[in-house]
């Protein structure tokens, strides 16, 4: 497993901007793509963005254009810079990795961390 420490939650009116950072252990296993997942209360977890190890991305519709992920691959670090925040947006933040073991693919996840838009 992966130990995920995520960071730079916090509260913020709508239309500023937050960037989160997730820092990930060192592991034996290689890490194969790091994402950024969210869940608001009542509802389900939702995919925000991922970045394979190339550099490829994917976004989820609600968040292009005002969403970047990067990440530093020998670091082993990923970031979300959120810009232009809605209301809607508020939720918890989980950093997300997959790592390829022996075993196959075994996902890790951090502990996430708030972020609240305000009116």
């Known amino acids: 497993q992966v130990q995920l420490v995520e960071s730079g939650g916090g509260l913020v009116q709508a239309g500023g901007s937050l960037r989160l950072s997730c820092a990930a252990s060192?592991?034996?296993?290689?890490?194969?793509?790091m994402g950024w997942y969210r869940q608001a209360p009542g509802s389900q977890r939702e995919l925000v963005a991922t970045?394979?190890?190339?550099?490829?991305?994917n976004y989820a519709d609600s968040v292009k254009g005002r969403f970047t992920i990067s990440r530093d691959n020998a670091k082993n670090t990923v970031s979300l810079q959120m810009n232009s925040l809605k209301s809607e947006d508020t939720a918890v933040y989980y950093c997300?990795?997959?790592?390829?073991?022996?075993?196959?693919?075994?996902?890790?996840w951090g502990q996430g961390t708030q972020v609240t838009v305000s009116a």
């Open positions: 060192r592991s034996t296993d290689t890490i194969n793509a």
């Open positions: 997300k990795t997959e790592s390829l073991t022996v075993y196959g693919i075994v996902s890790s």
């Open positions: 970045i394979t190890s190339a550099g490829s991305t």
